[in-house]
C-alpha cells in the first residue's frame, strides 16, 4: 500500500493549489465586498438575506407502509399511478401497497420500467406513460431513482406541453421555475440513502452531454414521505453501502456549504430563491445530527445484514439528511460524482442488478470525499474538525491549517474500513481521463457555485487526480 502524504504536506499543498483568494467575497458567488462580480448596471445588487426552509410530511413507523391506501382514499384519488423498478416489483415492499391500494377501493395502475440511475430517455418514457394515463396522484416505491423519476412524471404531467430540458437546471436546461401546484406525490423508500423524500430534486443522466444534471424546485418535492424500516430489509449489502455514503456525503456537504447570505444576490421574487440555499442554521442541525448517526450506524449495518437498529438508524439517518441538504445544498462531491457516474463505459457495481455500466450515486460521490474536504478545510476549519471528530479521529492538537487534511485522513480510515473501492482508478479511470471528467463537472453550476472555496477547472483536476487512489 502506498503511503500518503501527512496532514502537514497536504496542508501546505493546498496553500498552493489556486493563487487567486478562495475566501467567499472572491469566490465564484456574489459577495458585497467583492466589486469584480457586480452587475454591470449602477445599482448595487442586495446579497441574500433569508433562508427557508421546505420538506415533505414525514411519516416513520413499522408497518406504515400500510396506511397508503387511506391516504389515497382521502386525497379522493381514483387514477394513481405506482412507480417502482424491475426489482423491487418482485418484493414485498410493493405488495404492501398494492395490498393497502386496493383495500381502500382506489383505482391504479403500477409502472415497473424505472432505470437505476435514470436517464433523460428513461424520464420521458416514463413521462410519456404519465401523459397518456393522465393520474390524478402518484405513490413511489423504491430507492431516489424511483422516487426521483415520478417526480418527473409528475412534473411533466401538470406541464404536458413542456419539453424535457425546460425546467432542467441551467446551463444545461432552461431552469425554468415551477409556478403551479402539483399532483399529490407519496414516496415510499426502499433504501436508506438518497433523501429524495423530503426533497424537491430530481436526478439524471443526459446522455447526449455525458454529464448528471436534474431538476431542482420546491415545488417537486412529495406531499408525503412514508418511512417504513421493513422496507429496507431486502438491501443487498452493497446497496445499504452506496445508499449509507449518500447519506454521509449529503450530511457533510450541506455542513460545509458556503453559507446561504453568501451564495449570491436575493432573488427578485422568492419563487426564484434556489432550494439549494447554501448553510443556514436550520440545515446545519438535521445535518449535524445525520452525521452522528452515520458515523455510528453505517459500519454496523454493513457489518451485520440483522443488526435491525443499525438500519432503522440509517432510515431515520437518510432523511435527516435530506432534510438538510434538501434546503442547504450539496456542492463538489457530488459534483465530481456527476461526471464520474455520467462517463462510465465499463464498471458494474457488485449487487446491482443492471443491464448497463453502472457506478451507484453514493459510491461515486464518496471516492472524491477525501480530497474534497483537504481543498474546503481552509474554510470554516472549525466544521471540518468536528465531522473528523465525529468520524473519531482526536483533534485535541489539531491546528486550524490542517482541518481539511485531517478530515480527508479520516474519511480514507472509514471508507477503506467499509470498503469502498479504493479511488475512481477502480472505476477505470487514469489520469488521461482527467480533463474530460473535468468538462463533465464544470457545468454544475447548481452545486459548484456551493462550494465554499472558488472552484474551476484547475481545482476540479486536483481533486480527481488525487482521487485516482484513496488507500
Not at 443487498?236 to 456525503?249: E, F
Not at 478530515?407 to 475512481?424: K, M, Q, S
Request: aromatic share 6%; with cysteine.
Amino acid at each position: 500500500m502506498s503511503s500518503r502524504p501527512s496532514a502537514k504536506a497536504v496542508s501546505n499543498l493546498m496553500r498552493m493549489v489556486g493563487s487567486s483568494c478562495s475566501c467567499p467575497a472572491h469566490s465564484n458567488i456574489f459577495s458585497p465586498s467583492c466589486t469584480t462580480h457586480r452587475h454591470a448596471s449602477a445599482a448595487t445588487p442586495r446579497p441574500e438575506y433569508a433562508f427557508e426552509m421546505a420538506t415533505s410530511t414525514i411519516r416513520v413507523g413499522k408497518g406504515a407502509t400500510r396506511e397508503i391506501g387511506m391516504d389515497l382514499a382521502n386525497l379522493k384519488a381514483k387514477r394513481v399511478m405506482v412507480f417502482t423498478d424491475p426489482n423491487i416489483a418482485k418484493l414485498p415492499p410493493l405488495q404492501t401497497v398494492i395490498e393497502s391500494i386496493e383495500r381502500s377501493k382506489v383505482g391504479y395502475t403500477v409502472y415497473k420500467d424505472v432505470r437505476v440511475e435514470p436517464s433523460d430517455k428513461s424520464f420521458q418514457h416514463a413521462i410519456d406513460a404519465a401523459r397518456q394515463y393522465m393520474p390524478d396522484a402518484f405513490v413511489a416505491v423504491g430507492g431516489g431513482s424511483t422516487i426521483d423519476t415520478a417526480k418527473a412524471a409528475n412534473l411533466y404531467t401538470v406541464f404536458g406541453d413542456a419539453h424535457l430540458l425546460d425546467f432542467v437546471n441551467a446551463p444545461l436546461g432552461k431552469g425554468r421555475p415551477v409556478d403551479r401546484v402539483l399532483l399529490p406525490l407519496i414516496a415510499v423508500p426502499t433504501t436508506a440513502g438518497t433523501g429524495s423524500e423530503c426533497t424537491g430534486a430530481a436526478i439524471f443522466d443526459l446522455k447526449d452531454k455525458k454529464a448528471k444534471t436534474g431538476i431542482a424546485d420546491r415545488a417537486l418535492k412529495p406531499l408525503l414521505g412514508i418511512i417504513d424500516p421493513l422496507n429496507t430489509r431486502t438491501m443487498p449489502k452493497q446497496v445499504r453501502l452506496a445508499s449509507g455514503l449518500d447519506v454521509l456525503c449529503h450530511a457533510i456537504e450541506s455542513y460545509t456549504a458556503v453559507p446561504y447570505y453568501l451564495r449570491g444576490e436575493a432573488p427578485a421574487n422568492p419563487l426564484l430563491r434556489p432550494a439549494y440555499q447554501g448553510s443556514n442554521p436550520i440545515s446545519d442541525i438535521w445535518s449535524s445530527k445525520a452525521l452522528q448517526m452515520v458515523a455510528k450506524a453505517l459500519p454496523r449495518s454493513i457489518a451485520d445484514p440483522d443488526d435491525i437498529e443499525a438500519q432503522e438508524a440509517m432510515t431515520l439517518a437518510a432523511a435527516y439528511a435530506g432534510i438538510g441538504f434538501g434546503n442547504g445544498g450539496v456542492h463538489l462531491m457530488h459534483g465530481c460524482s456527476y461526471g464520474i457516474s455520467g462517463l462510465n463505459t465499463s464498471y458494474y457495481h457488485p449487487d446491482y442488478v443492471s443491464d448497463h455500466p453502472l457506478c451507484p450515486h453514493g459510491i461515486s460521490v464518496a471516492v472524491t470525499s477525501p480530497a474534497v474536504v483537504e481543498f474546503t478545510g481552509s474554510m470554516y476549519p472549525e466544521r471540518h474538525l468536528e465531522i473528523a471528530r465525529i468520524l473519531g479521529a482526536d483533534t485535541t492538537n489539531a491546528k486550524l491549517e490542517d482541518a481539511g487534511a485531517i478530515l480527508g485522513d479520516a474519511l480514507r480510515g472509514f471508507l477503506r474500513d467499509l470498503g469502498v473501492p479504493d479511488g475512481i482508478s477502480a472505476f477505470g479511470y487514469t489520469s488521461s481521463d482527467i480533463g474530460a471528467l473535468v468538462e463533465s463537472i464544470l457545468p454544475q453550476h447548481r452545486v459548484l457555485k456551493l462550494s465554499p472555496r472558488q472552484t474551476g477547472a484547475e481545482q476540479l483536476a486536483w481533486i480527481l487526480e488525487r482521487s485516482l487512489k484513496n488507500y
